[in-house]
């Protein structure tokens, strides 16, 4: 019997590590390698996936790579990019089912573990919705908006009409800060102001409004900010009554 080549053996290697425990103790281009072998069986695709973590920086950041930036790199074929992105996209479908047939959502955290994936290195503010039922069950999610980098133009009124349509009882709202910084802005604090306003008077709760940063996250609600927006409202529509 023929000896092994270094690629098939060190191919087989990887193979046998994922099998026995899953990708505990794989390093992010280890990783990579792995999807691309899908695409080129018969190639060693250790250099174009360490190229790949250095140019995009993560695993995450390879996943978001569109198909045109993969296939800048020397080696990575349109079958192996393929592969890349329709495994980002059946995470991104597990991660979303997974939410939506849960129970009922608990938690920001919960929220945040969802988005953090598919979130994290987008290179600009998107603005995301989810409806929700009067029990706290996710109905569906939305990508409403997408802005620069540093500001996403959200239309009080088609929020308002996609959670009618959705018959959404309550709404929890997210974007990314591609900056990493989860920190809101002035800019962050008086959208989701309104948004609490424009749902008070709609009778739409709004249960959070989460700011996906690097690897951590901002909770309007978690800061009691929801509820001072809320006490606001009640402030001025006593005020108007009176």
């Known amino acids: 019997m023929p000896l092994e080549s270094v690629p098939d053996g060190h191919r087989k290697r990887l193979r046998e590590r994922f099998i026995k425990s899953g990708l505990s103790g794989f390093s992010d281009y280890e990783v990579v390698e792995l999807l691309l072998s899908l695409g080129t069986p018969r190639k060693d695709c250790k250099p174009q996936a360490k190229e790949a973590i250095k140019r995009f920086k993560t695993l995450r950041g390879v996943l978001s790579a569109s198909l045109q930036e993969l296939q800048q790199i020397k080696g990575i074929g349109g079958h192996s990019a393929f592969g890349i992105k329709l495994m980002?996209?059946?995470?991104?479908?597990?991660?979303?089912?997974?939410?939506?047939?849960?129970?009922?959502?608990?938690?920001s955290r919960e929220i945040f573990?969802?988005?953090?994936?598919?979130?994290?290195?987008?290179?600009?503010?998107?603005?995301?919705?989810?409806?929700?039922?009067?029990?706290?069950?996710?109905i569906d999610t939305a990508d409403?908006?997408?802005?620069?980098?540093?500001?996403?133009?959200?239309?009080?009124?088609?929020?308002?009409?996609?959670a009618i349509a959705?018959?959404?009882v309550s709404l929890i709202f997210a974007h990314n800060h591609?900056?990493?910084?989860?920190?809101?802005?002035?800019?962050d604090k008086e959208l989701t102001r309104d948004l609490v306003f424009a749902g008070c008077m709609m009778q739409i709760d709004v249960l959070d409004h989460i700011i996906?940063?690097?690897?951590?996250?901002?909770?309007?609600?978690?800061?009691?900010?929801?509820a001072q927006y809320e006490k606001d409202f009640l402030g001025l529509k006593v005020k108007g009554v009176s």
């Open 113 to 138: 573990d969802y988005l953090y994936h598919s979130m994290r290195d987008l290179k600009k503010e998107v603005f995301k919705v989810l409806y929700l039922t009067s029990q706290n069950q996710i």
């Open 88 to 107: 980002q996209e059946v995470a991104d479908k597990f991660l979303k089912e997974k939410i939506i047939d849960k129970p009922s959502v608990q938690s």
């Open 178 to 187: 591609p900056t990493g910084n989860c920190e809101p802005s002035q800019s």
């Open 144 to 162: 409403l908006f997408e802005g620069t980098v540093d500001r996403s133009p959200v239309s009080l009124r088609e929020v308002m009409e996609q």
């Open 212 to 226: 996906i940063g690097n690897n951590k996250y901002f909770s309007f609600a978690g800061e009691g900010l929801i």
């Open 166 to 168: 959705h018959n959404a």
